[in-house]
Protein backbone atom coordinates (compact mmCIF):
# COMPACT_ATOMS: atom_id res chain seq x y z
CA UNK A 1 0.00 0.00 0.00
CA UNK A 2 1.38 3.48 -0.61
CA UNK A 3 1.93 5.60 1.70
CA UNK A 4 -0.23 8.51 2.12
CA UNK A 5 1.62 12.15 1.25
CA UNK A 6 1.64 14.77 3.67
CA UNK A 7 -0.12 18.40 3.10
CA UNK A 8 0.53 21.66 4.97
CA UNK A 9 -2.72 23.87 4.92
CA UNK A 10 -0.99 27.59 4.92
CA UNK A 11 -4.64 29.58 6.21
CA UNK A 12 -2.29 32.09 7.34
CA UNK A 13 -3.22 35.82 7.38
CA UNK A 14 -0.12 37.17 5.74
CA UNK A 15 2.17 35.48 2.84
CA UNK A 16 4.84 36.18 5.16
CA UNK A 17 3.61 33.94 8.21
CA UNK A 18 3.15 31.37 5.09
CA UNK A 19 6.63 31.36 3.87
CA UNK A 20 7.93 30.91 7.25
CA UNK A 21 6.65 28.07 7.86
CA UNK A 22 6.57 26.52 4.64
CA UNK A 23 10.68 27.54 4.89
CA UNK A 24 10.69 25.29 7.90
CA UNK A 25 8.52 22.41 7.25
CA UNK A 26 8.94 21.68 3.54
CA UNK A 27 11.92 19.20 3.92
CA UNK A 28 9.48 17.28 5.47
CA UNK A 29 5.62 17.49 3.47
CA UNK A 30 5.14 16.43 -0.01
CA UNK A 31 2.41 19.23 -0.53
CA UNK A 32 2.46 23.02 0.21
CA UNK A 33 -1.19 24.41 0.01
CA UNK A 34 -1.77 27.99 0.07
CA UNK A 35 -5.07 28.12 1.94
CA UNK A 36 -8.27 29.61 1.34
CA UNK A 37 -7.74 32.20 3.97
CA UNK A 38 -4.84 33.23 2.91
CA UNK A 39 -5.78 33.43 -0.36
CA UNK A 40 -8.87 35.78 0.56
CA UNK A 41 -6.04 37.67 1.89
CA UNK A 42 -3.48 38.02 -0.48
CA UNK A 43 -4.15 36.70 -3.53
CA UNK A 44 -2.36 34.50 -5.97
CA UNK A 45 0.78 35.98 -5.27
CA UNK A 46 0.92 33.70 -1.83
CA UNK A 47 0.35 30.89 -4.83
CA UNK A 48 3.52 32.37 -6.53
CA UNK A 49 5.92 33.02 -3.53
CA UNK A 50 5.16 29.45 -1.89
CA UNK A 51 6.24 28.33 -5.36
CA UNK A 52 9.02 30.05 -5.32
CA UNK A 53 10.37 28.61 -2.27
CA UNK A 54 9.09 25.33 -2.49
CA UNK A 55 10.34 24.45 -6.29
CA UNK A 56 10.24 20.85 -5.86
CA UNK A 57 6.75 20.41 -3.86
CA UNK A 58 3.61 20.17 -5.01
CA UNK A 59 1.80 23.25 -4.51
CA UNK A 60 -2.02 23.42 -4.22
CA UNK A 61 -3.92 26.56 -4.64
CA UNK A 62 -7.08 25.68 -2.36
CA UNK A 63 -9.18 28.60 -3.93
CA UNK A 64 -12.75 26.25 -3.89
CA UNK A 65 -13.84 27.25 -7.02
CA UNK A 66 -17.23 27.03 -7.38
CA UNK A 67 -17.68 29.02 -11.18
CA UNK A 68 -15.39 29.89 -13.96
CA UNK A 69 -12.96 26.52 -13.52
CA UNK A 70 -11.18 27.54 -16.58
CA UNK A 71 -9.82 30.59 -16.24
CA UNK A 72 -8.98 30.13 -12.63
CA UNK A 73 -7.43 27.02 -13.43
CA UNK A 74 -5.25 28.77 -15.73
CA UNK A 75 -4.45 31.63 -13.55
CA UNK A 76 -3.69 29.17 -10.01
CA UNK A 77 -1.29 27.31 -12.77
CA UNK A 78 0.20 30.57 -14.48
CA UNK A 79 0.72 31.13 -10.55
CA UNK A 80 3.10 28.11 -10.10
CA UNK A 81 0.19 25.61 -8.55
CA UNK A 82 0.50 22.28 -9.55
CA UNK A 83 -3.09 21.23 -8.14
CA UNK A 84 -6.26 23.27 -7.12
CA UNK A 85 -9.47 22.78 -5.60
CA UNK A 86 -12.56 23.15 -6.49
CA UNK A 87 -16.03 23.03 -4.47
CA UNK A 88 -17.92 19.98 -4.50
CA UNK A 89 -21.33 22.35 -5.59
CA UNK A 90 -19.33 23.54 -8.65
CA UNK A 91 -21.17 22.72 -11.47
CA UNK A 92 -19.65 19.48 -13.76
CA UNK A 93 -18.87 21.98 -16.89
CA UNK A 94 -16.85 24.20 -14.15
CA UNK A 95 -14.94 21.26 -12.75
CA UNK A 96 -14.37 19.87 -16.56
CA UNK A 97 -13.13 22.96 -18.04
CA UNK A 98 -10.95 23.69 -14.47
CA UNK A 99 -9.84 20.01 -15.13
CA UNK A 100 -8.36 20.71 -18.66
CA UNK A 101 -5.78 23.72 -16.71
CA UNK A 102 -4.44 21.93 -14.42
CA UNK A 103 -4.79 18.85 -11.63
CA UNK A 104 -7.93 19.23 -9.98
CA UNK A 105 -9.43 18.56 -6.17
CA UNK A 106 -13.70 18.51 -5.32
CA UNK A 107 -13.14 19.23 -1.80
CA UNK A 108 -16.66 17.51 -0.26
CA UNK A 109 -18.60 19.74 2.17
CA UNK A 110 -22.50 19.42 1.84
CA UNK A 111 -24.67 18.43 -0.06
CA UNK A 112 -21.19 16.12 -1.85
CA UNK A 113 -23.27 12.67 -1.05
CA UNK A 114 -24.66 11.96 -4.45
CA UNK A 115 -22.33 8.95 -5.93
CA UNK A 116 -23.97 9.78 -9.63
CA UNK A 117 -22.72 13.33 -9.76
CA UNK A 118 -19.46 12.23 -8.13
CA UNK A 119 -19.20 9.41 -11.02
CA UNK A 120 -19.61 11.97 -13.64
CA UNK A 121 -16.57 13.55 -11.90
CA UNK A 122 -14.39 10.61 -12.55
CA UNK A 123 -16.22 10.35 -15.82
CA UNK A 124 -14.49 14.03 -16.35
CA UNK A 125 -10.78 12.96 -15.36
CA UNK A 126 -11.23 13.96 -12.12
CA UNK A 127 -10.34 11.67 -9.08
CA UNK A 128 -8.70 13.46 -6.73
CA UNK A 129 -11.16 14.47 -3.48
CA UNK A 130 -11.14 15.93 0.01
CA UNK A 131 -12.55 14.76 2.66
CA UNK A 132 -13.35 17.37 4.94
CA UNK A 133 -15.19 17.89 8.16
CA UNK A 134 -15.40 22.10 8.47
CA UNK A 135 -13.56 24.06 11.18
CA UNK A 136 -16.97 25.05 12.34
CA UNK A 137 -18.88 21.80 12.28
CA UNK A 138 -15.73 20.71 14.59
CA UNK A 139 -16.63 23.58 16.46
CA UNK A 140 -20.13 22.63 16.71
CA UNK A 141 -18.89 19.34 18.28
CA UNK A 142 -17.59 16.80 15.22
CA UNK A 143 -15.47 14.33 15.63
CA UNK A 144 -13.77 11.75 13.82
CA UNK A 145 -15.43 8.17 13.57
CA UNK A 146 -15.87 5.14 11.86
CA UNK A 147 -18.73 7.14 9.66
CA UNK A 148 -16.08 9.45 8.40
CA UNK A 149 -13.95 6.34 7.25
CA UNK A 150 -16.30 4.28 5.44
CA UNK A 151 -16.87 7.62 3.45
CA UNK A 152 -13.35 7.32 2.61
CA UNK A 153 -13.39 3.74 1.76
CA UNK A 154 -16.91 4.17 -0.27
CA UNK A 155 -15.18 7.05 -2.08
CA UNK A 156 -11.61 4.92 -2.95
CA UNK A 157 -13.60 2.43 -3.79
CA UNK A 158 -15.18 4.04 -6.31
CA UNK A 159 -11.85 4.77 -8.09
CA UNK A 160 -10.86 8.12 -6.17
CA UNK A 161 -7.68 9.45 -4.23
CA UNK A 162 -8.96 10.58 -1.09
CA UNK A 163 -6.79 13.37 1.21
CA UNK A 164 -8.08 13.52 4.74
CA UNK A 165 -8.80 17.30 6.23
CA UNK A 166 -10.49 18.74 8.89
CA UNK A 167 -8.83 19.12 12.59
CA UNK A 168 -6.55 16.16 11.38
CA UNK A 169 -4.03 15.30 14.32
CA UNK A 170 -1.27 12.49 14.47
CA UNK A 171 -3.48 10.78 17.07
CA UNK A 172 -6.28 10.53 13.97
CA UNK A 173 -4.36 9.21 11.57
CA UNK A 174 -4.59 5.48 13.44
CA UNK A 175 -8.00 5.41 12.77
CA UNK A 176 -6.96 5.04 8.89
CA UNK A 177 -4.42 1.83 9.57
CA UNK A 178 -5.24 -0.38 6.50
CA UNK A 179 -7.07 2.40 4.26
CA UNK A 180 -4.94 3.99 1.34
CA UNK A 181 -5.33 7.62 2.03
CA UNK A 182 -3.88 10.01 -1.06
CA UNK A 183 -2.69 12.85 1.83
CA UNK A 184 -3.33 13.68 4.84
CA UNK A 185 -4.00 17.60 5.04
CA UNK A 186 -2.75 19.52 8.54
CA UNK A 187 -3.33 23.16 9.09
CA UNK A 188 -3.14 24.53 12.38
CA UNK A 189 -2.09 21.62 13.98
CA UNK A 190 1.67 22.37 11.89
CA UNK A 191 1.50 26.35 11.39
CA UNK A 192 0.12 26.79 14.97
CA UNK A 193 2.28 24.79 16.66
CA UNK A 194 5.64 26.55 18.47
CA UNK A 195 7.69 24.22 16.19
CA UNK A 196 6.35 23.37 13.18
CA UNK A 197 8.76 21.12 11.85
CA UNK A 198 8.55 19.07 14.94
CA UNK A 199 4.71 18.81 14.73
CA UNK A 200 5.49 17.89 10.99
CA UNK A 201 7.57 15.03 11.58
CA UNK A 202 4.98 13.80 14.17
CA UNK A 203 2.77 13.49 11.30
CA UNK A 204 5.42 11.92 9.04
CA UNK A 205 6.81 9.79 12.46
CA UNK A 206 3.04 8.66 12.49
CA UNK A 207 2.36 7.98 8.98
CA UNK A 208 5.81 5.79 8.80
CA UNK A 209 4.52 3.79 11.44
CA UNK A 210 0.84 2.91 10.40
CA UNK A 211 1.79 2.59 6.31
CA UNK A 212 5.62 1.62 6.30
CA UNK B 1 -43.53 45.88 -5.30
CA UNK B 2 -39.78 47.00 -4.36
CA UNK B 3 -37.47 47.97 -7.20
CA UNK B 4 -34.88 45.32 -7.72
CA UNK B 5 -31.53 47.06 -7.02
CA UNK B 6 -28.70 46.58 -9.56
CA UNK B 7 -24.97 45.07 -8.65
CA UNK B 8 -22.41 45.39 -10.75
CA UNK B 9 -20.13 42.00 -10.16
CA UNK B 10 -16.50 43.25 -10.83
CA UNK B 11 -14.47 39.94 -12.04
CA UNK B 12 -11.83 41.61 -13.32
CA UNK B 13 -8.11 40.69 -12.85
CA UNK B 14 -6.40 43.56 -11.57
CA UNK B 15 -8.15 45.83 -8.91
CA UNK B 16 -7.21 48.91 -11.02
CA UNK B 17 -9.84 47.78 -13.64
CA UNK B 18 -12.23 47.36 -10.76
CA UNK B 19 -11.55 50.57 -9.79
CA UNK B 20 -12.21 52.27 -13.38
CA UNK B 21 -15.84 50.47 -14.06
CA UNK B 22 -16.70 51.31 -10.42
CA UNK B 23 -15.94 55.06 -10.45
CA UNK B 24 -17.69 54.66 -14.30
CA UNK B 25 -20.98 53.51 -12.82
CA UNK B 26 -20.86 54.02 -9.14
CA UNK B 27 -23.37 56.48 -9.48
CA UNK B 28 -26.11 54.25 -11.02
CA UNK B 29 -25.30 50.94 -9.45
CA UNK B 30 -26.33 49.94 -5.57
CA UNK B 31 -24.22 46.75 -4.62
CA UNK B 32 -20.65 47.20 -5.45
CA UNK B 33 -19.21 43.76 -5.77
CA UNK B 34 -15.44 42.43 -5.41
CA UNK B 35 -15.75 39.21 -7.24
CA UNK B 36 -14.85 36.01 -6.69
CA UNK B 37 -12.03 36.01 -9.09
CA UNK B 38 -10.64 39.20 -9.04
CA UNK B 39 -10.35 38.39 -4.91
CA UNK B 40 -8.28 35.05 -5.93
CA UNK B 41 -6.19 37.73 -7.73
CA UNK B 42 -5.35 40.66 -5.22
CA UNK B 43 -6.87 39.29 -2.44
CA UNK B 44 -9.27 41.76 0.18
CA UNK B 45 -7.03 44.79 -0.67
CA UNK B 46 -9.38 44.90 -3.91
CA UNK B 47 -12.16 45.15 -1.74
CA UNK B 48 -10.99 47.89 0.76
CA UNK B 49 -10.07 49.44 -2.71
CA UNK B 50 -13.54 49.61 -3.85
CA UNK B 51 -14.55 50.59 -0.47
CA UNK B 52 -12.83 53.64 -0.55
CA UNK B 53 -13.95 54.93 -4.13
CA UNK B 54 -17.53 53.85 -3.08
CA UNK B 55 -18.25 55.23 0.14
CA UNK B 56 -21.90 55.20 0.06
CA UNK B 57 -22.69 52.02 -1.82
CA UNK B 58 -23.38 48.57 -0.66
CA UNK B 59 -19.70 46.62 -1.16
CA UNK B 60 -20.26 43.14 -1.40
CA UNK B 61 -17.07 40.63 -0.94
CA UNK B 62 -17.97 37.62 -3.33
CA UNK B 63 -15.65 35.08 -1.24
CA UNK B 64 -17.95 31.74 -1.75
CA UNK B 65 -17.00 30.97 1.70
CA UNK B 66 -17.23 27.24 2.10
CA UNK B 67 -15.53 27.50 5.86
CA UNK B 68 -13.98 29.22 8.95
CA UNK B 69 -17.35 31.87 8.38
CA UNK B 70 -16.67 33.86 11.24
CA UNK B 71 -13.02 34.53 10.43
CA UNK B 72 -13.46 35.63 6.78
CA UNK B 73 -16.62 37.06 7.70
CA UNK B 74 -14.52 39.84 10.24
CA UNK B 75 -11.60 39.91 7.87
CA UNK B 76 -14.34 40.81 5.09
CA UNK B 77 -15.96 43.35 7.29
CA UNK B 78 -12.97 44.45 8.30
CA UNK B 79 -12.06 45.43 4.87
CA UNK B 80 -14.85 46.99 4.75
CA UNK B 81 -17.52 45.19 2.93
CA UNK B 82 -21.51 45.18 3.90
CA UNK B 83 -21.95 41.72 2.65
CA UNK B 84 -20.51 38.29 2.04
CA UNK B 85 -21.24 35.55 0.10
CA UNK B 86 -21.49 31.94 1.24
CA UNK B 87 -21.15 29.25 -0.60
CA UNK B 88 -24.33 26.48 -0.59
CA UNK B 89 -22.19 24.27 0.08
CA UNK B 90 -21.01 25.33 3.61
CA UNK B 91 -22.40 23.88 6.51
CA UNK B 92 -24.97 25.49 8.43
CA UNK B 93 -22.45 26.41 11.27
CA UNK B 94 -20.26 27.99 8.73
CA UNK B 95 -22.94 30.42 7.63
CA UNK B 96 -24.04 30.84 11.13
CA UNK B 97 -20.74 32.58 12.76
CA UNK B 98 -20.37 34.73 9.08
CA UNK B 99 -23.53 35.66 9.75
CA UNK B 100 -22.84 37.27 12.95
CA UNK B 101 -20.10 39.15 11.67
CA UNK B 102 -21.42 40.23 8.61
CA UNK B 103 -24.73 40.06 6.66
CA UNK B 104 -24.48 36.58 4.71
CA UNK B 105 -25.58 35.86 0.92
CA UNK B 106 -25.61 32.02 0.02
CA UNK B 107 -24.65 31.25 -3.15
CA UNK B 108 -26.71 28.64 -4.82
CA UNK B 109 -24.39 26.27 -7.07
CA UNK B 110 -25.03 22.46 -7.31
CA UNK B 111 -26.93 21.14 -4.79
CA UNK B 112 -28.55 23.47 -3.16
CA UNK B 113 -32.12 21.99 -3.80
CA UNK B 114 -32.82 21.15 -0.22
CA UNK B 115 -35.75 22.69 1.24
CA UNK B 116 -34.77 21.68 4.72
CA UNK B 117 -31.39 22.95 4.73
CA UNK B 118 -32.61 26.38 2.85
CA UNK B 119 -35.02 26.63 5.90
CA UNK B 120 -32.25 26.43 8.52
CA UNK B 121 -30.57 29.08 6.52
CA UNK B 122 -33.57 31.12 7.56
CA UNK B 123 -33.45 30.22 11.22
CA UNK B 124 -30.01 31.05 11.16
CA UNK B 125 -31.18 34.66 10.61
CA UNK B 126 -29.31 34.46 6.95
CA UNK B 127 -32.20 35.38 4.17
CA UNK B 128 -30.60 36.87 1.55
CA UNK B 129 -29.54 34.12 -1.97
CA UNK B 130 -28.18 34.61 -4.90
CA UNK B 131 -29.55 32.28 -7.45
CA UNK B 132 -27.64 31.47 -10.35
CA UNK B 133 -26.37 30.07 -13.37
CA UNK B 134 -22.94 29.46 -13.64
CA UNK B 135 -20.59 30.64 -16.39
CA UNK B 136 -19.90 27.39 -17.26
CA UNK B 137 -23.03 25.87 -17.52
CA UNK B 138 -24.19 29.33 -19.55
CA UNK B 139 -20.67 27.89 -21.92
CA UNK B 140 -22.81 24.12 -22.20
CA UNK B 141 -25.64 25.81 -23.32
CA UNK B 142 -28.11 26.69 -20.52
CA UNK B 143 -30.30 29.75 -21.01
CA UNK B 144 -32.97 31.41 -18.44
CA UNK B 145 -35.93 30.18 -18.58
CA UNK B 146 -39.26 28.85 -16.60
CA UNK B 147 -37.59 26.60 -14.77
CA UNK B 148 -35.63 29.27 -13.52
CA UNK B 149 -38.41 31.78 -12.57
CA UNK B 150 -40.24 29.08 -11.25
CA UNK B 151 -36.84 29.01 -8.58
CA UNK B 152 -36.82 32.34 -8.14
CA UNK B 153 -40.87 32.76 -6.98
CA UNK B 154 -40.31 29.12 -4.62
CA UNK B 155 -37.36 30.85 -2.87
CA UNK B 156 -39.59 34.64 -2.28
CA UNK B 157 -42.38 32.32 -0.99
CA UNK B 158 -39.93 30.90 1.53
CA UNK B 159 -39.35 34.58 2.99
CA UNK B 160 -35.67 34.68 0.85
CA UNK B 161 -34.28 38.23 -0.81
CA UNK B 162 -33.30 36.69 -3.91
CA UNK B 163 -30.55 38.31 -6.23
CA UNK B 164 -30.16 36.58 -9.80
CA UNK B 165 -27.33 36.40 -11.79
CA UNK B 166 -25.16 34.57 -14.68
CA UNK B 167 -25.27 36.37 -17.47
CA UNK B 168 -27.42 38.61 -16.76
CA UNK B 169 -28.23 40.72 -19.50
CA UNK B 170 -30.66 43.75 -19.88
CA UNK B 171 -33.36 41.71 -21.89
CA UNK B 172 -33.18 38.63 -19.73
CA UNK B 173 -34.85 41.06 -16.81
CA UNK B 174 -39.22 41.05 -18.61
CA UNK B 175 -38.81 37.15 -17.42
CA UNK B 176 -39.18 38.44 -14.17
CA UNK B 177 -41.72 40.92 -14.47
CA UNK B 178 -44.68 40.93 -11.21
CA UNK B 179 -41.63 39.38 -9.13
CA UNK B 180 -39.87 41.16 -6.01
CA UNK B 181 -36.15 39.76 -7.32
CA UNK B 182 -33.86 41.51 -4.22
CA UNK B 183 -31.17 42.47 -6.77
CA UNK B 184 -30.12 41.93 -10.36
CA UNK B 185 -26.29 41.39 -10.24
CA UNK B 186 -24.56 42.09 -13.88
CA UNK B 187 -20.78 41.21 -14.78
CA UNK B 188 -19.07 41.76 -17.77
CA UNK B 189 -22.51 42.63 -19.65
CA UNK B 190 -21.49 45.86 -17.61
CA UNK B 191 -17.18 46.06 -16.99
CA UNK B 192 -17.19 44.61 -20.19
CA UNK B 193 -18.90 46.76 -22.24
CA UNK B 194 -17.05 50.06 -24.25
CA UNK B 195 -19.00 51.95 -22.29
CA UNK B 196 -19.92 50.61 -18.76
CA UNK B 197 -21.97 53.67 -17.62
CA UNK B 198 -24.05 53.19 -20.76
CA UNK B 199 -24.44 49.31 -20.16
CA UNK B 200 -25.58 50.02 -16.54
CA UNK B 201 -27.79 52.78 -17.39
CA UNK B 202 -29.68 50.38 -19.89
CA UNK B 203 -30.13 47.85 -16.89
CA UNK B 204 -31.78 50.37 -14.68
CA UNK B 205 -33.59 52.10 -17.56
CA UNK B 206 -35.28 48.25 -17.67
CA UNK B 207 -35.70 47.95 -13.74
CA UNK B 208 -37.65 51.06 -13.92
CA UNK B 209 -39.82 50.52 -16.68
CA UNK B 210 -40.92 46.86 -15.60
CA UNK B 211 -40.98 47.40 -11.66
CA UNK B 212 -41.23 51.46 -11.83
Not at 99 to 107: D, F, S, Y
Not at 170 to 197: N, Q, S
Request: charged letters at 25%.
Amino acid sequence: MAKPMLQVALDTDTTAQALSVARQVSDVVDVVEAGTLLIYQEGMSAVRDLRAIAPNKIVLADAKVADAGGHVGKVAKDAGADWMTCINAATVPTMAQAQKQIEVQVELYEGWDNKERAQEWLDNGIDQVVYHQSRDAKAAGQVWGEKDLNSVKKLIDMGFKVSVTGGVKPEVLKLFAGVPVYCFIAGRAIHGADDPHAAAMAFKNEINRIWG
